[in-house]
Protein backbone atom coordinates (compact mmCIF):
# COMPACT_ATOMS: atom_id res chain seq x y z
CA UNK A 1 0.00 0.00 0.00
CA UNK A 2 2.86 2.43 0.73
CA UNK A 3 4.28 1.46 -2.59
CA UNK A 4 1.45 2.58 -4.17
CA UNK A 5 0.40 5.70 -2.39
CA UNK A 6 4.19 6.51 -3.72
CA UNK A 7 3.80 6.05 -6.62
CA UNK A 8 0.55 7.12 -7.87
CA UNK A 9 1.76 10.50 -5.15
CA UNK A 10 2.62 12.98 -8.32
CA UNK A 11 -0.69 11.75 -10.60
CA UNK A 12 -2.64 13.16 -7.23
CA UNK A 13 -0.39 16.12 -6.64
CA UNK A 14 -1.43 16.99 -10.34
CA UNK A 15 -5.46 16.28 -10.05
CA UNK A 16 -5.13 17.83 -6.95
CA UNK A 17 -3.77 21.10 -7.59
CA UNK A 18 -6.28 21.30 -10.98
CA UNK A 19 -9.19 20.55 -8.76
CA UNK A 20 -8.09 23.54 -5.98
CA UNK A 21 -6.71 26.07 -8.98
CA UNK A 22 -3.43 26.12 -7.23
CA UNK A 23 -2.19 25.60 -10.84
CA UNK A 24 -3.05 25.56 -14.50
CA UNK A 25 -3.33 22.42 -16.00
CA UNK A 26 -0.23 22.81 -18.07
CA UNK A 27 1.99 23.58 -14.84
CA UNK A 28 0.03 20.92 -12.83
CA UNK A 29 1.34 18.15 -15.54
CA UNK A 30 5.02 19.74 -15.26
CA UNK A 31 5.34 19.94 -11.39
CA UNK A 32 3.49 16.40 -11.42
CA UNK A 33 6.03 15.38 -14.14
CA UNK A 34 9.33 16.66 -11.69
CA UNK A 35 7.48 14.82 -8.80
CA UNK A 36 7.42 11.51 -10.27
CA UNK A 37 10.94 11.84 -11.65
CA UNK A 38 12.46 13.32 -7.95
CA UNK A 39 10.50 10.10 -6.62
CA UNK A 40 12.33 7.57 -9.19
CA UNK A 41 15.55 8.55 -8.57
CA UNK A 42 14.80 8.94 -4.32
CA UNK A 43 12.84 5.65 -4.41
CA UNK A 44 14.63 3.07 -6.93
CA UNK A 45 18.58 2.02 -7.20
CA UNK A 46 19.90 2.90 -10.26
CA UNK A 47 17.00 4.48 -11.44
CA UNK A 48 18.24 6.30 -14.99
CA UNK A 49 16.06 9.31 -14.30
CA UNK A 50 17.78 11.10 -17.65
CA UNK A 51 16.55 8.33 -19.31
CA UNK A 52 13.17 8.07 -18.29
CA UNK A 53 12.83 11.62 -18.49
CA UNK A 54 14.27 11.16 -22.63
CA UNK A 55 11.76 8.50 -22.86
CA UNK A 56 8.57 10.66 -22.02
CA UNK A 57 9.80 13.84 -23.77
CA UNK A 58 10.87 11.52 -27.13
CA UNK A 59 6.94 10.21 -26.71
CA UNK A 60 5.97 13.39 -25.99
CA UNK A 61 7.66 15.05 -29.31
CA UNK A 62 5.30 12.81 -31.78
CA UNK A 63 2.62 14.89 -30.54
CA UNK A 64 4.22 18.29 -29.75
CA UNK A 65 5.74 18.26 -33.38
CA UNK A 66 2.37 18.50 -34.49
CA UNK A 67 1.27 21.15 -31.93
CA UNK A 68 3.66 23.88 -33.15
CA UNK A 69 3.35 23.41 -36.67
CA UNK A 70 -0.84 22.61 -36.79
CA UNK A 71 -0.80 25.86 -34.40
CA UNK A 72 1.35 27.67 -37.04
CA UNK A 73 -0.31 26.65 -40.01
CA UNK A 74 -3.76 27.69 -38.62
CA UNK A 75 -3.01 31.14 -37.52
CA UNK A 76 -1.43 31.97 -41.00
CA UNK A 77 -4.44 29.87 -43.32
CA UNK A 78 -6.69 31.84 -41.21
CA UNK A 79 -4.82 35.16 -41.71
CA UNK A 80 -4.47 34.54 -45.65
CA UNK A 81 -7.99 33.48 -45.65
CA UNK A 82 -10.27 35.25 -42.92
CA UNK A 83 -13.39 33.98 -44.74
CA UNK A 84 -12.17 30.18 -44.63
CA UNK A 85 -14.62 28.34 -43.72
CA UNK A 86 -17.77 30.97 -44.51
CA UNK A 87 -20.56 30.26 -46.58
CA UNK A 88 -22.25 31.66 -49.61
CA UNK A 89 -25.22 33.65 -49.05
CA UNK A 90 -26.81 31.90 -51.65
CA UNK A 91 -26.47 28.59 -49.92
CA UNK A 92 -30.70 27.75 -48.94
CA UNK A 93 -30.32 24.45 -47.03
CA UNK A 94 -30.04 25.34 -43.43
CA UNK A 95 -30.54 21.95 -42.09
CA UNK A 96 -28.19 20.43 -44.89
CA UNK A 97 -25.30 23.06 -44.55
CA UNK A 98 -24.96 22.30 -40.72
CA UNK A 99 -24.66 18.59 -40.71
CA UNK A 100 -22.06 18.65 -43.89
CA UNK A 101 -20.33 21.82 -41.04
CA UNK A 102 -20.80 19.74 -37.80
CA UNK A 103 -19.98 15.92 -38.89
CA UNK A 104 -17.70 16.22 -42.72
CA UNK A 105 -16.39 19.89 -42.72
CA UNK A 106 -15.37 19.88 -38.93
CA UNK A 107 -14.84 16.39 -38.43
CA UNK A 108 -11.65 16.22 -41.44
CA UNK A 109 -10.19 19.86 -40.52
CA UNK A 110 -10.00 18.41 -36.98
CA UNK A 111 -8.58 15.13 -38.90
CA UNK A 112 -6.49 17.17 -40.71
CA UNK A 113 -5.13 19.81 -37.93
CA UNK A 114 -6.59 19.50 -34.57
CA UNK A 115 -6.79 21.55 -31.72
CA UNK A 116 -10.47 22.19 -31.93
CA UNK A 117 -10.40 23.44 -35.02
CA UNK A 118 -12.75 21.69 -36.27
CA UNK A 119 -15.46 23.09 -33.91
CA UNK A 120 -14.33 26.34 -34.77
CA UNK A 121 -14.75 25.77 -38.52
CA UNK A 122 -18.38 24.00 -37.87
CA UNK A 123 -18.97 27.39 -35.66
CA UNK A 124 -18.38 29.48 -38.86
CA UNK A 125 -20.74 28.15 -40.69
CA UNK A 126 -23.31 27.91 -38.24
CA UNK A 127 -22.94 31.45 -36.97
CA UNK A 128 -23.31 32.64 -40.38
CA UNK A 129 -26.79 31.45 -40.63
CA UNK A 130 -27.73 33.85 -38.25
CA UNK A 131 -27.50 31.69 -34.89
CA UNK A 132 -26.12 32.82 -31.47
CA UNK A 133 -27.15 30.37 -28.94
CA UNK A 134 -25.86 27.36 -26.52
CA UNK A 135 -27.23 25.07 -28.51
CA UNK A 136 -25.29 26.29 -31.24
CA UNK A 137 -21.93 25.86 -29.64
CA UNK A 138 -23.49 22.15 -28.34
CA UNK A 139 -23.61 21.43 -31.98
CA UNK A 140 -20.43 22.62 -32.74
CA UNK A 141 -18.64 20.63 -30.48
CA UNK A 142 -19.94 17.56 -31.78
CA UNK A 143 -17.58 17.65 -35.02
CA UNK A 144 -14.83 16.49 -32.38
CA UNK A 145 -16.76 13.03 -31.90
CA UNK A 146 -13.66 11.57 -33.43
CA UNK A 147 -11.22 13.15 -31.43
CA UNK A 148 -9.17 9.80 -31.68
CA UNK A 149 -8.46 10.78 -35.05
CA UNK A 150 -7.99 14.23 -34.94
CA UNK A 151 -4.54 16.06 -35.88
CA UNK A 152 -3.56 13.01 -37.71
CA UNK A 153 -4.30 10.54 -34.98
CA UNK A 154 -1.57 11.93 -32.40
CA UNK A 155 -3.02 10.71 -29.40
CA UNK A 156 -3.93 7.35 -30.68
CA UNK A 157 -0.43 6.99 -32.13
CA UNK A 158 0.98 7.85 -28.72
CA UNK A 159 -1.40 5.08 -26.77
CA UNK A 160 0.14 2.07 -28.96
CA UNK A 161 3.68 3.29 -28.99
CA UNK A 162 3.20 3.38 -25.01
CA UNK A 163 1.55 0.25 -24.73
CA UNK A 164 3.53 -1.68 -27.77
CA UNK A 165 -0.34 -2.11 -29.29
CA UNK A 166 -0.58 -2.59 -32.98
CA UNK A 167 -1.78 1.13 -33.85
CA UNK A 168 -4.10 -0.50 -36.84
CA UNK A 169 -5.90 -2.78 -34.34
CA UNK A 170 -5.94 -0.33 -31.93
CA UNK A 171 -7.92 1.82 -34.89
CA UNK A 172 -9.75 -0.46 -35.83
CA UNK A 173 -11.26 -1.65 -32.56
CA UNK A 174 -11.51 2.45 -31.56
CA UNK A 175 -13.82 2.30 -34.94
CA UNK A 176 -16.22 -0.19 -33.61
CA UNK A 177 -16.53 1.54 -30.36
CA UNK A 178 -16.84 4.96 -31.98
CA UNK A 179 -20.17 3.51 -33.99
CA UNK A 180 -22.71 4.23 -30.77
CA UNK A 181 -20.67 7.03 -29.82
CA UNK A 182 -21.22 8.77 -33.42
CA UNK A 183 -24.86 7.47 -33.06
CA UNK A 184 -25.44 9.44 -29.70
CA UNK A 185 -23.70 12.38 -31.92
CA UNK A 186 -26.16 12.32 -34.89
CA UNK A 187 -29.02 11.65 -31.99
CA UNK A 188 -28.46 15.43 -30.41
CA UNK A 189 -28.44 16.67 -33.55
CA UNK A 190 -31.41 15.71 -34.76
CA UNK A 191 -32.87 17.09 -31.76
CA UNK A 192 -30.91 20.38 -32.47
CA UNK A 193 -30.83 20.75 -35.72
CA UNK A 194 -32.05 24.09 -37.46
CA UNK A 195 -34.37 23.84 -40.47
CA UNK A 196 -36.78 21.71 -40.89
CA UNK A 197 -37.09 18.05 -39.91
CA UNK A 198 -38.05 15.45 -41.96
CA UNK A 199 -38.06 11.17 -42.58
CA UNK A 200 -35.72 12.00 -45.38
CA UNK A 201 -33.08 14.26 -44.05
CA UNK A 202 -32.41 11.89 -41.12
CA UNK A 203 -32.19 9.05 -43.52
CA UNK A 204 -29.73 10.82 -45.77
CA UNK A 205 -27.89 11.57 -42.31
CA UNK A 206 -27.61 8.29 -41.16
CA UNK A 207 -26.61 6.94 -44.21
CA UNK A 208 -23.99 9.75 -44.21
CA UNK A 209 -22.37 8.89 -40.97
CA UNK A 210 -23.07 4.98 -41.84
CA UNK A 211 -20.39 5.95 -44.72
CA UNK A 212 -18.81 7.78 -42.30
CA UNK A 213 -17.72 4.74 -40.23
CA UNK A 214 -17.34 2.25 -42.85
CA UNK A 215 -14.64 4.05 -44.61
CA UNK A 216 -13.08 5.17 -41.46
CA UNK A 217 -13.13 1.25 -40.54
CA UNK A 218 -11.16 0.49 -43.67
CA UNK A 219 -9.11 3.22 -43.89
CA UNK A 220 -7.75 1.81 -39.92
CA UNK A 221 -8.07 -1.83 -41.52
CA UNK A 222 -5.57 -0.75 -44.49
CA UNK A 223 -3.00 0.09 -41.61
CA UNK A 224 -3.92 3.94 -42.69
CA UNK A 225 -5.09 5.02 -38.75
CA UNK A 226 -3.37 8.91 -38.95
CA UNK A 227 -5.22 9.66 -42.06
CA UNK A 228 -8.20 7.82 -41.35
CA UNK A 229 -10.41 10.17 -40.40
CA UNK A 230 -9.29 12.84 -43.41
CA UNK A 231 -10.08 9.80 -45.48
CA UNK A 232 -13.39 9.19 -44.06
CA UNK A 233 -14.86 12.60 -44.15
CA UNK A 234 -12.54 14.33 -46.47
CA UNK A 235 -14.00 11.85 -49.05
CA UNK A 236 -17.69 12.59 -48.40
CA UNK A 237 -17.41 16.08 -47.95
CA UNK A 238 -15.64 16.27 -51.46
CA UNK A 239 -18.78 14.47 -53.03
CA UNK A 240 -21.29 16.51 -51.03
CA UNK A 241 -19.19 19.76 -52.66
CA UNK A 242 -19.72 18.06 -55.99
CA UNK A 243 -23.00 17.08 -55.84
CA UNK A 244 -23.94 20.75 -54.43
CA UNK A 245 -22.16 21.92 -57.22
CA UNK A 246 -24.54 19.94 -59.88
CA UNK A 247 -27.25 21.30 -58.41
CA UNK A 248 -26.32 24.78 -58.92
CA UNK A 249 -25.37 25.44 -54.94
CA UNK A 250 -22.32 26.83 -53.36
CA UNK A 251 -20.62 24.64 -51.83
CA UNK A 252 -18.66 24.42 -48.46
CA UNK A 253 -14.95 24.59 -49.01
CA UNK A 254 -11.81 23.55 -46.68
CA UNK A 255 -9.49 25.80 -48.47
CA UNK A 256 -5.95 25.30 -47.69
CA UNK A 257 -6.77 22.34 -45.25
CA UNK A 258 -8.31 19.94 -47.86
CA UNK A 259 -5.21 20.73 -50.13
CA UNK A 260 -2.77 19.75 -47.30
CA UNK A 261 -4.65 16.69 -46.88
CA UNK A 262 -5.03 15.67 -50.51
CA UNK A 263 -1.02 15.84 -49.82
CA UNK A 264 -0.44 13.79 -46.64
CA UNK A 265 -2.97 11.31 -48.31
CA UNK A 266 -1.35 11.33 -51.35
CA UNK A 267 2.47 10.52 -50.05
CA UNK A 268 0.79 8.30 -47.74
CA UNK A 269 -1.02 5.63 -50.15
CA UNK A 270 1.25 6.34 -53.35
CA UNK A 271 3.75 3.10 -53.26
CA UNK A 272 7.52 4.68 -52.49
CA UNK A 273 7.04 7.85 -51.30
CA UNK A 274 7.38 7.62 -47.97
CA UNK A 275 9.67 5.20 -47.76
CA UNK A 276 12.28 7.57 -50.01
CA UNK A 277 10.99 10.91 -47.83
CA UNK A 278 12.09 8.47 -44.74
CA UNK A 279 15.48 7.25 -46.20
CA UNK A 280 16.11 11.24 -46.29
CA UNK A 281 16.79 11.79 -42.46
CA UNK A 282 15.84 9.47 -39.85
CA UNK A 283 16.53 10.01 -36.23
CA UNK A 284 16.00 7.49 -33.46
CA UNK A 285 16.28 8.06 -29.59
CA UNK A 286 15.68 3.62 -28.67
CA UNK A 287 15.00 0.51 -30.82
CA UNK A 288 11.46 -0.12 -29.16
CA UNK A 289 10.32 3.71 -29.76
CA UNK A 290 9.70 4.90 -33.15
CA UNK A 291 11.96 6.72 -34.84
CA UNK A 292 11.11 10.73 -36.46
CA UNK A 293 11.80 11.01 -39.65
CA UNK A 294 11.16 14.92 -40.78
CA UNK A 295 10.10 14.63 -44.29
CA UNK A 296 7.93 12.16 -43.98
CA UNK A 297 6.24 13.51 -41.51
CA UNK A 298 3.20 15.75 -41.27
CA UNK A 299 4.68 18.43 -39.23
CA UNK A 300 7.76 19.56 -41.78
CA UNK A 301 4.38 19.85 -44.30
CA UNK A 302 1.92 22.23 -41.98
CA UNK A 303 5.21 24.34 -41.70
CA UNK A 304 5.68 24.23 -45.56
CA UNK A 305 2.35 24.63 -46.58
CA UNK A 306 0.99 27.25 -44.01
CA UNK A 307 4.13 29.84 -44.88
CA UNK A 308 3.20 28.84 -49.06
CA UNK A 309 -0.33 29.80 -48.62
CA UNK A 310 0.67 32.63 -46.93
CA UNK A 311 3.21 33.64 -49.19
CA UNK A 312 0.65 32.88 -51.88
CA UNK A 313 -1.75 35.63 -50.56
CA UNK A 314 0.62 37.81 -50.28
CA UNK A 315 0.87 38.21 -46.29
CA UNK A 316 3.68 40.08 -45.78
CA UNK A 317 7.19 38.29 -44.65
CA UNK A 318 6.91 40.55 -41.04
CA UNK A 319 3.62 39.78 -40.17
CA UNK A 320 3.92 35.99 -41.32
CA UNK A 321 7.05 36.03 -38.88
CA UNK A 322 4.45 37.68 -36.01
CA UNK A 323 2.01 35.32 -36.47
CA UNK A 324 3.81 32.42 -36.20
CA UNK A 325 5.71 33.87 -33.24
CA UNK A 326 2.15 34.30 -31.56
CA UNK A 327 1.59 31.21 -32.18
CA UNK A 328 4.63 29.97 -31.06
CA UNK A 329 3.73 31.21 -27.55
CA UNK A 330 0.07 29.78 -28.13
CA UNK A 331 1.39 26.45 -28.46
CA UNK A 332 2.57 26.71 -24.73
CA UNK A 333 -0.17 25.20 -23.21
CA UNK A 334 -0.87 22.22 -25.09
CA UNK A 335 2.51 21.47 -25.46
CA UNK A 336 3.13 21.82 -21.31
CA UNK A 337 0.00 19.51 -20.96
CA UNK A 338 1.41 17.06 -23.32
CA UNK A 339 4.98 16.78 -21.86
CA UNK A 340 3.74 17.16 -18.76
CA UNK A 341 1.53 14.53 -18.60
CA UNK A 342 3.45 12.21 -20.72
CA UNK A 343 6.38 12.34 -18.79
CA UNK A 344 4.22 11.82 -15.70
CA UNK A 345 3.28 8.97 -17.18
CA UNK A 346 6.68 7.44 -17.79
CA UNK A 347 8.18 8.58 -14.39
CA UNK A 348 5.05 6.49 -12.53
CA UNK A 349 5.20 3.64 -14.57
CA UNK A 350 8.69 3.36 -13.42
CA UNK A 351 7.84 3.38 -9.97
CA UNK A 352 5.56 0.92 -10.66
CA UNK A 353 2.28 2.39 -10.07
CA UNK A 354 0.62 0.91 -12.85
CA UNK A 355 1.23 -2.78 -11.26
CA UNK A 356 0.27 -1.68 -8.10
CA UNK A 357 -2.55 0.08 -8.78
CA UNK A 358 -4.11 -2.67 -10.69
CA UNK A 359 -3.77 -4.97 -7.80
CA UNK A 360 -4.74 -3.25 -5.49
CA UNK A 361 -8.33 -2.71 -8.02
CA UNK A 362 -8.07 -6.33 -7.97
CA UNK A 363 -8.42 -7.09 -3.74
CA UNK A 364 -10.98 -5.03 -3.92
CA UNK A 365 -13.10 -5.97 -6.77
CA UNK A 366 -12.27 -8.87 -8.60
CA UNK A 367 -12.72 -8.93 -12.11
CA UNK A 368 -15.33 -6.02 -11.61
CA UNK A 369 -12.13 -3.55 -11.40
CA UNK A 370 -11.56 -3.27 -15.07
CA UNK A 371 -15.13 -0.92 -15.02
CA UNK A 372 -13.26 1.44 -13.24
CA UNK A 373 -11.15 2.00 -16.13
CA UNK A 374 -13.64 4.44 -18.45
CA UNK A 375 -14.32 6.70 -15.03
CA UNK A 376 -10.26 7.16 -15.26
CA UNK A 377 -10.80 8.39 -19.06
CA UNK A 378 -13.23 10.21 -18.72
CA UNK A 379 -11.59 12.21 -16.43
CA UNK A 380 -7.99 12.30 -17.78
CA UNK A 381 -9.80 13.41 -21.24
CA UNK A 382 -12.10 16.28 -19.49
CA UNK A 383 -9.25 17.58 -17.13
CA UNK A 384 -6.53 17.89 -20.12
CA UNK A 385 -8.36 18.75 -22.87
CA UNK A 386 -6.00 16.22 -24.70
CA UNK A 387 -6.12 12.56 -25.71
CA UNK A 388 -2.23 12.62 -26.16
CA UNK A 389 -2.02 13.73 -22.22
CA UNK A 390 -5.13 11.32 -21.23
CA UNK A 391 -2.98 8.56 -22.63
CA UNK A 392 0.35 9.65 -21.71
CA UNK A 393 -1.38 9.07 -18.10
CA UNK A 394 -3.61 6.13 -18.04
CA UNK A 395 -2.62 4.03 -21.39
CA UNK A 396 -0.14 1.59 -19.52
CA UNK A 397 -2.48 1.27 -16.47
CA UNK A 398 -5.64 0.61 -18.61
CA UNK A 399 -3.79 -1.97 -20.63
CA UNK A 400 -2.55 -3.65 -17.40
CA UNK A 401 -5.99 -3.78 -16.05
CA UNK A 402 -7.18 -5.71 -19.03
CA UNK A 403 -4.15 -7.70 -19.17
CA UNK A 404 -4.81 -8.37 -14.93
CA UNK A 405 -8.70 -9.95 -15.80
CA UNK A 406 -7.44 -11.83 -18.78
CA UNK A 407 -8.90 -9.39 -21.18
CA UNK A 408 -7.52 -8.54 -24.29
CA UNK A 409 -5.55 -5.58 -23.39
CA UNK A 410 -6.58 -3.57 -27.07
CA UNK A 411 -10.16 -3.14 -25.69
CA UNK A 412 -9.62 -1.64 -22.79
CA UNK A 413 -6.88 0.84 -24.55
CA UNK A 414 -9.92 1.34 -27.01
CA UNK A 415 -12.08 2.05 -24.27
CA UNK A 416 -9.53 4.54 -23.08
CA UNK A 417 -9.07 6.20 -26.64
CA UNK A 418 -12.68 6.52 -27.21
CA UNK A 419 -14.08 7.97 -23.98
CA UNK A 420 -11.14 10.12 -23.37
CA UNK A 421 -10.87 11.43 -26.66
CA UNK A 422 -15.12 11.93 -26.28
CA UNK A 423 -14.51 13.96 -23.05
CA UNK A 424 -11.93 16.49 -24.55
CA UNK A 425 -14.60 18.23 -26.28
CA UNK A 426 -16.31 18.91 -22.60
CA UNK A 427 -12.93 20.64 -21.25
CA UNK A 428 -13.20 23.63 -19.91
CA UNK A 429 -10.63 24.63 -23.23
CA UNK A 430 -12.58 23.48 -25.67
CA UNK A 431 -15.91 24.59 -24.06
CA UNK A 432 -13.76 27.94 -23.50
CA UNK A 433 -13.02 27.64 -27.50
CA UNK A 434 -16.21 27.58 -29.06
CA UNK A 435 -18.01 29.73 -26.38
CA UNK A 436 -15.16 32.84 -27.54
CA UNK A 437 -15.65 32.34 -31.03
CA UNK A 438 -19.65 33.10 -30.78
CA UNK A 439 -19.50 35.65 -27.75
CA UNK A 440 -21.00 33.94 -24.94
CA UNK A 441 -18.71 34.13 -22.98
CA UNK A 442 -19.96 33.32 -19.35
CA UNK A 443 -22.59 31.09 -20.75
CA UNK A 444 -20.10 27.80 -20.62
CA UNK A 445 -21.58 26.18 -17.86
CA UNK A 446 -24.91 26.07 -20.02
CA UNK A 447 -23.16 24.26 -22.88
CA UNK A 448 -21.76 22.02 -20.57
CA UNK A 449 -25.35 21.31 -19.43
CA UNK A 450 -26.56 20.76 -22.81
CA UNK A 451 -23.86 17.98 -23.30
CA UNK A 452 -24.49 16.38 -19.65
CA UNK A 453 -26.18 13.56 -21.86
CA UNK A 454 -23.98 12.81 -24.49
CA UNK A 455 -21.26 12.38 -21.96
CA UNK A 456 -23.51 10.03 -19.80
CA UNK A 457 -24.22 8.22 -23.27
CA UNK A 458 -20.64 7.43 -23.92
CA UNK A 459 -19.66 6.51 -19.90
CA UNK A 460 -23.05 3.62 -20.59
CA UNK A 461 -21.39 2.68 -23.86
CA UNK A 462 -18.00 2.04 -22.76
CA UNK A 463 -19.24 0.00 -19.52
CA UNK A 464 -21.45 -2.13 -22.16
CA UNK A 465 -18.32 -2.41 -24.42
CA UNK A 466 -16.43 -3.51 -21.08
CA UNK A 467 -19.18 -6.27 -20.22
CA UNK A 468 -19.47 -7.73 -23.44
CA UNK A 469 -15.61 -8.11 -24.08
Known sequence: MNNLLISISPLALSLILISSRRASIANAGLIGAAT???????????????????RGLWIAWLAV???????IFQRLALKANPDAFKPSASASDQRKQSFTAIFLLGVFVESASGFGLGAVAAVSVLSAQGIASVRLAALALLSLSLVPWGALA???????ELTGTSLSMLGVESTFLSVPVLIAALALFWLWAPGPRSFIAMLREAGNVAALLGILWAANAAGFVDIA???????????????????????????????????????????????????LWIIEFTEDLPAFAPFAHPSFWLIVFGLGYAYWKSVPIFETIQISGRAFRAAYVPVAVTIGFVVLGQGISALGAQKEAVLLLGEISGSQSVYFGPIFAALAGWLTGSNAAAHGMLAEFQAALGAAIGENPIHTLAIQNVVASAYTMLSPMRIALVATALGLIGKEAEILRLLTPFAVVVLIIAWAATALT
Do not use: C, H, M, Q
Open 36 to 54: ALLLTWRNIDDANVLFILG
Open 154 to 160: IGTTIAA
Open 229 to 279: GILAAGTLFAFTGAYDRLKGRAPLDAGVFGAFALFIVAIRIIPGITELLRS
Open 65 to 71: SIILTGL
